[in-house]
């Protein structure tokens, strides 16, 4: 329920204008599914209509495949625009080599795990299925589905494509996932539809990615030696140990992404085991000449393990995840396809609002709107005499906040958001927060009640921030010894602080607990 309005929030955020950020990732390029920006349109000359069958069809979109090696296309019946599964002029890529050739014509890409050596390979379905004949396609209802065998690694992966109503549904089908092999192979993680949508380097747009509120990356920009946008649905995975500190950036907190090219333009959905995904966009130039933008499904988690951290030679492992993978919810991906004035970014937002089921007057925020951040009190040392002592410093009272509220109101008509953060007295004290109960220091209970109700008389909000995943000490119900999350290596996992110079664990300083999820 929380992640649900969380995302729909953030939803909102998107309609007011998303961030056209020049990040420092590659900055991607979109084509219509094969190769060319002019195949943007269905064209006799250009589409290979004599390979492809028509699978299902609706008021919407036809479903083309391929039954001999599983690729396919879908094409909007209302404006002719084609979006291929894998770009049809692939042989001519100047820039791929090798596996980048085979998984250019892959709709599966698979990161197994070699028990025996304790390291990751890298397969796809089209080397590893389709070219030694054990893939079989089969006609469903709306679709198709295609179970793969990758004979060597002791895989079995279905994938379901089928249209329903105005959307394409992609999915990794759970049920029949299969590893025939567990003493020897595993399923790490699985590319689904890598190349759908892969843009040429001709290609005129950009994709969309979900980072912050939104940003843009724009095509065919030479940013090839950028790194490749990486980044787990909902943030990254805290019980996963970091040796040095993670870069800041953005958490990515909702399930899209999209590729606009010319006057077309995708929004994809990640409908089933979101939260397991990571959504991934490549530049142009970067392995091959086409841009992507996909969802990497982690089946079952990895990291890498320092053996002797403090020691003169350490040694770097990896662990994973052992035991069978939860295949209760299928992986699942929803492609709408965006002609006219839909194809941007703002109509991605408009499709998402609407597959979410919210209606325009639900939008709350105003054009101008204001988002501050209130800090109410940090831990502190003072000294008496030269003895240390420790002490709570006091940095916004809720007196204060109300007086900040009032001067923005009669400076500026913008409707004001006020998020507080350390106010809390539990949270202070390194407890979860399961109460309401401010620093003394701060003002009192009805002090946070008058200052909500104010807000809410000149259209503001007021969201008290709440810890309630780090913790350092019991209390409040909550045991540090039996509450806590493990690592994979099934110790606690720790929360270290880091040093700002080297980005090195600071081991001086006190760690936290994190919250186990079954609480």
Known sequence: MCRKAFSIFLTLLLLIGISATSLNYAEIDTVIGHGAADYALADEKKIPNESYKKMASTESLDLYAQPESGRFYVQDRTKGSVWYSNPINREDDEKATGVYRMEMAS????????????????????????????????????GFRIIYTFAEEGFVIPVVVQLEGDSLKVAIEAKGVKETMPETNLIGSIDLLPYF????????GYVFV???????????????????????????????????????????????????????AFLAVVTG??????????????????????CTFNLR????????????????????????????ENYELTLFILTG????????ARQYRTFLGLEEEEAFLQENSLFIDLFGAVDGTTSILGIPFNTTEVLTEFQEARGIAETIFETTSADMF???????????????????????????????????????????????NFE????????????AYFDNCKSLTKVPAYQYQYYFSTRLKNKDRSTAFLLKGNM
Not at 307 to 323: A, V
Not at 420 to 428: A, G, I, T
Not at 433 to 460: A, C, F, H, Q, W
């Open 341 to 348: 004035e839909n194809a941007n970014y703002s109509g991605m």
């Open 107 to 142: 709709l599966l890409i698979v990161r197994g795990i070699d028990v025996v050596n304790k390291q990751q390979f890298k397969k796809n379905s089209e080397t590893s299925s389709v070219r030694r004949d054990t893939f079989v396609f089969e006609p469903i209802h709306n």
């Open 210 to 264: 979900p980072d912050g509120s939104g940003a843009l990356m724009y095509l065919n920009n030479n940013k090839q030696t950028y790194a490749v946008f990486e980044q787990p649905i909902y943030g990254r995975d805290y019980s996963l140990d970091m040796a040095t500190k993670p870069t800041n950036k953005q958490d990515v907190n909702l399930p899209v992404y999209g590729i606009k090219n010319n006057e077309n």
């Open 468 to 479: 309630n995943q780090v913790y350092k000490k019991s209390g409040n119900g909550i045991s």
């Open 301 to 328: 988690r990895t990291a890498q393990f320092i053996l002797g951290e403090d020691t003169s030679f350490p040694q770097t492992t990896m662990i994973y995840r052992k035991g069978a993978l939860d295949l209760s």
């Open 273 to 294: 085991c979101e939260e397991m995904g990571t959504i991934c966009a490549v530049p142009n130039m970067k392995f091959t000449e086409y841009a992507q933008a996909y």
């Open 197 to 204: 949508g892969a843009a040429g380097k001709e290609a005129d």
């Open 418 to 464: 006020f998020r507080y953060l350390y106010w809390s007295k539990d949270n202070l004290a390194g407890k979860v927060d399961t109460r309401i109960v401010p620093v003394s220091r701060l003002g009192s209970l009805e002090k946070i009640k008058e200052l909500e109700e104010y807000l809410s008389s000149v259209n503001g909000r007021l969201y008290l």
